[in-house]
Structures are given as C-alpha cells and as structure tokens.
C-alpha cells in the first residue's frame, strides 16, 4: 500500500477508465484530495495536502506542533473529513480527462494488467526519474 491512498484511487480510476467510459469522457468523475497532514499549535489546526505545504505552515506557526500524518481517509474523524475533503466550500477536486486514449490505454494494460513482465519493464525502465519516493 502507498501512504496517501493513491493505490485505491488507481484501482478506481482503471475500473471507471475499463467499464464506465463514458463517465470520464463526459467529465462526470472527479477526484476529492484528502489533506496528508494536520498540524495542530493549541488550538490552531490547519491541514497540509503536500510535504511542502507541511513544511511552510510549520515554518509560520514556530515550534511545538503537533504533526498527525494521515496515511488514508480511515484515519479521519467524521467531522476531519466533511471540513476537509467533501465540504463544498473547502474540498478540492480535481476532475479527470484523458488527454490521450492510446496512451492511457496502453499504460493502463502495462500496470494493470495480468502479465507481469511489461510492468517490470516499465517499473525498471522508468525508476530513474523518480523524484518523491515515500518508503
């Protein structure tokens, strides 16, 4: 599993892409980005959706925060999750096109697909350009 979620995100994003089509070139599937971080100083919360983000709101509220890394929506309280990601007035959504159907459809049968060998040559082909691995 990846620490931000996006594993289920993919497998979704393939399901829609490989039976509902239409539903994306219609522009109907959005994605809701979830925080990756709440900081809290007393009673000051704010919530970091990057690790850049994190390190700016740490560097204004000065030392002794509380960081509380999320690694999936299951850790969020109820109330955390409306104010952060399905709140229409403070969720961000991203909604998803496909710029290219070849290539999307290629790469979708590469790392989604059953034959293994393909994903590992693309895996060893393109490790080097890896900038934000989160081991």
């Given at each position: 599993?990846?620490?931000d979620?996006?594993?289920i995100?993919?497998?979704?994003?393939?399901?829609?892409?490989?039976?509902?089509k239409?539903?994306?070139?219609?522009?109907?599937?959005?994605?809701?980005?979830?925080?990756l971080?709440?900081?809290?100083?007393g009673?000051?919360?704010?919530?970091?959706?990057?690790?850049?983000?994190?390190?700016?709101?740490?560097?204004?509220?000065?030392?002794?925060?509380?960081?509380q890394?999320?690694?999936?929506?299951g850790?969020?309280?109820t109330?955390?999750l409306?104010?952060?990601?399905?709140?229409p007035?403070?969720?961000?959504?991203?909604?998803?096109?496909v710029?290219d159907a070849v290539?999307?459809?290629?790469?979708?049968?590469?790392?989604?697909g059953e034959?293994?060998?393909?994903?590992?040559?693309f895996i060893?082909?393109?490790?080097?350009?890896?900038?934000?691995?989160?081991?």
């Open positions: 599993a990846d620490v979620g996006a594993h995100r993919t497998l979704l994003l393939t399901l829609f892409y490989r039976y509902m239409a539903l994306i070139d219609n522009g109907y599937v959005y994605i809701a980005q979830p925080p971080y709440k900081i809290s100083k009673k000051e919360i704010h919530y970091a959706f990057s690790d850049d983000e994190k390190d700016r709101i740490i560097q204004q509220t000065g030392k002794s925060t509380h960081i890394r999320y690694k999936g929506l850790e969020m309280n109330d955390q409306w104010d952060t990601t399905m709140d007035l403070n969720r961000m959504l991203y909604k998803v096109t710029d290539k999307a459809d290629e790469l979708l049968t590469i790392l989604m034959i293994v060998e393909p994903r590992k040559e060893l082909a393109n490790a080097k350009f890896v900038q934000n691995l989160d081991i």
